[in-house]
């Protein structure tokens, strides 16, 4: 993947579960999972605006580039 969440290190760097966060951004735990596993093919910004909120931390923390394009399928 291209654009990778580093959530779990901000979390740890916060000293706060990944439930604390869900219940403060109203997301399930499952689909926090899927953020902070890589597998999310989106998120919203509205999602990203209060995960950044809550952990008091910029965009460009949580998500990074790794320098690679990334094609995208013909069938997505």
Not at 14 to 39: H, P, V, W, Y
Not at 52 to 69: A, P, Q, S, T, W
Request: charged share 30%; aromatic share 6%; with cysteine.
């Amino acid at each position: 993947m291209a654009i990778y969440i580093q959530l779990e290190e901000i979390l740890k760097a916060r000293n706060m579960t990944s439930k604390e966060l869900c219940g403060k951004i109203g997301i399930t735990e499952a689909n926090l999972s899927i953020l902070r596993s890589n597998k999310a093919k989106g998120v919203r910004f509205t999602t990203i605006n209060k995960i950044c909120y809550y952990l008091n931390c910029e965009v460009g923390d949580i998500l990074k580039f790794d320098g690679i394009l990334e094609e995208l399928d013909e069938d997505e």
